[in-house]
């Protein structure tokens, strides 16, 4: 005999399909796997279900599967790190096939090598500074949103959102922008 699902399991199943793309996505740019990203973000699902009842009661579920994203992959990469492996650079496999004979889409090129780019650009930079700017700019969380999912003061979002964005465009234009010890 089946359970029959509860309005609270309904509720979080909604909330789920409808955030995963977004948390997903945010979970790439900040460890750059898909695989690992889609881990990390289920990791993320699991803990909010467990604190389901109190978390969307109190209306703030995006900061908290945020925030276990953001978590758990500053552990998956310390975790990384101390076995030795590094992230972005793919074992060495099978050459790509340069007898393809078909045409290829110079403008979704193009748009393949910018993502990559700057997903590269965005592994430069330190994890929190890094995780500010994925909320910010690609899980479109507002200042104060990127505060409460990442456990810091506003102040701490706009600094590091300036500090970060001047970085990138240092990583991405080719010229080294000054660290702020430098400054």
């Not at 979704?108 to 965005?122: I, P």
């Not at 949103?145 to 810091?152: G, N, S």
């Amino acid at each position: 005999m089946a359970a029959v699902p509860t309005p609270v399991d309904t509720d979080f199943a909604g909330y789920v399909t409808r955030r995963w793309p977004v948390v997903v996505r945010t979970a790439y740019l900040l460890c750059g796997d898909r695989a690992a990203a889609e881990d990390l973000a289920q990791g993320a699902f699991v803990a909010l279900h467990r604190h389901w009842a109190r978390v969307s009661a109190e209306g703030a579920p995006d900061a908290y599967v945020h925030r276990a994203v953001v978590n758990a992959t500053i552990r998956h990469a310390r975790k990384q790190r101390k076995e030795g492996v590094v992230r972005g650079r793919p074992d060495d496999g099978p050459e790509p096939d340069a007898t393809l004979d078909r045409p290829v889409d110079d403008a979704g090129f193009a748009r393949v090598e910018q993502l990559d780019e700057l997903r590269r650009a965005l592994d430069e930079l330190p994890p929190r500074m890094r995780a500010v700017l994925v909320l910010r700019f690609f899980g479109q969380l507002t200042e104060a949103e990127t505060a409460h999912a990442l456990d810091c003061a506003v102040g701490t979002v706009k600094s590091h959102t300036a500090q970060g964005l001047r970085r990138l465009r240092g990583l991405l234009g080719g010229t080294p922008q000054p660290t702020d010890a430098e400054l």
